[in-house]
């Protein structure tokens, strides 16, 4: 066999071997399947709600002394960001429920105690992904700082108040919201897209964190059209956990945290 006839062997067998593994990591499911994973997570959150409410409960108490300790040390022009952070970081933030949902598959009760101390499957690779994920969230407030120091200069900020009647009113708010909006749009698809099974996995198989991160954005891919309208879900549903005050997040973390277990049985567990 001649080299040039070997060579287009190998790359026939590789390109077959892709082929099967994207078929593999397609579900073709329909794209507002999310709303069957909603009922799903629902479920698991009213029975019995207590240790998901009190666990959401948390959730918005962390979030809430984040936001004051960022104003008393006047460093509340990257609350927005910040805000927008939260969700690079909620995926890992929510294992406990995770661990809830799958121990009510497999018809096991569990309290508030075993949801927050749990055992992951892949063990410390867990909080390498969490370490990861944190590390995305600060490039992304800094790229943000860098963003407002692009229109306003070294100006100091001038308060909230004042920069959001500004970003809503005048021409060159509109422009910095676009912008804004543009580049943190691209670290919140990455993140979603590393995060959103990869931490499931992790708490489900013994994987490491580039594996699992890797899968979950291949799977993502692949399913890409009921992945866009659950990433749009989650954002709906945060954005009305801000507009409350982020009250919201007592009822409504749970109950995403629930659901997004579904999905990733519904989209990565036949990748096993």
Same mark, same amino acid.
């Given at each position: 066999?001649?080299?040039?006839?070997?060579? +287009?062997?190998?790359?026939?067998?590789?390109?077959?071997?892709?082929?099967?593994?994207?078929?593999?990591?397609? *579900?073709?499911?329909?794209?507002?399947?999310?709303? *069957?994973?909603?009922?799903?997570?629902?479920?698991?959150?009213?029975?019995?709600?207590?240790?998901?409410?009190?666990?959401?409960?948390?959730?918005?108490?962390?979030?809430?002394?984040?936001?004051? &300790?960022?104003?008393?040390?006047?460093?509340?022009?990257?609350?927005?960001?910040?805000?927008?952070?939260?969700?690079?970081?909620?995926?890992?933030?929510?294992?406990?429920?995770?661990?809830?949902?799958?121990? *009510?598959?497999?018809?096991?009760?569990?309290?508030?105690?075993?949801?927050?101390?749990?055992?992951?499957?892949?063990?410390?690779?867990?909080?390498? #992904?969490?370490?990861?994920?944190?590390?995305?969230?600060?490039?992304?407030?800094?790229?943000?700082?860098?963003? +407002?120091?692009?229109?306003?200069?070294?100006?100091?900020?001038?308060?909230? #108040?004042?920069?959001?009647?500004?970003?809503?009113?005048?021409?060159?708010?509109? &422009?910095?919201?676009?912008?804004? #909006?543009?580049?943190?749009?691209?670290?919140?698809?990455?993140?979603?897209? &590393?995060?959103?099974?990869?931490?499931?996995?992790?708490?489900?198989?013994?994987?490491?964190?580039?594996?699992?991160?890797?899968?979950?954005?291949?799977?993502?891919?692949?399913?890409?059209?009921?992945?866009?309208?659950?990433?749009? &879900?989650?954002?709906?549903?945060?954005?009305?956990?801000?507009?409350?005050?982020?009250?919201?997040?007592?009822?409504?973390?749970?109950?995403?945290?629930?659901?997004?277990?579904?999905?990733?049985?519904?989209?990565?567990?036949?990748?096993?």
């Amino acid at each position: 066999m001649s080299e040039e006839s070997a060579s +287009y062997g190998l790359l026939t067998e590789t390109s077959g071997i892709d082929e099967t593994r994207n078929a593999r990591l397609q *579900r073709h499911l329909p794209p507002l399947v999310g709303l *069957r994973w909603l009922g799903a997570g629902w479920r698991d959150l009213m029975d019995r709600p207590v240790p998901s409410l009190l666990y959401g409960l948390g959730i918005f108490a962390l979030s809430v002394a984040a936001v004051a &300790i960022l104003a008393l040390y006047g460093r509340d022009y990257i609350l927005f960001p910040a805000l927008a952070g939260f969700m690079i970081v909620a995926p890992l933030l929510a294992v406990g429920l995770y661990e809830k949902s799958r121990a *009510r598959e497999q018809g096991e009760t569990i309290g508030l105690r075993r949801m927050l101390v749990v055992k992951p499957a892949a063990g410390p690779q867990v909080y390498f #992904t969490g370490l990861l994920l944190s590390l995305l969230m600060l490039l992304w407030i800094r790229s943000a700082v860098l963003i +407002y120091a692009l229109f306003f200069g070294v100006r100091p900020f001038p308060g909230l #108040t004042h920069i959001t009647a500004f970003l809503v009113t005048e021409p060159v708010g509109w &422009i910095i919201l676009g912008v804004g #909006t543009a580049v943190g749009g691209l670290f919140a698809s990455f993140a979603f897209a &590393i995060s959103v099974f990869a931490i499931p996995m992790l708490l489900d198989r013994k994987v490491d964190a580039l594996t699992a991160m890797g899968t979950s954005m291949a799977l993502v891919w692949n399913n890409l059209a009921p992945m866009v309208v659950w990433g749009g &879900i989650v954002l709906a549903l945060f954005i009305l956990c801000a507009a409350t005050g982020l009250l919201g997040l007592i009822v409504i973390f749970p109950w995403l945290g629930h659901a997004t277990w579904h999905a990733y049985r519904a989209v990565a567990e036949a990748d096993a």
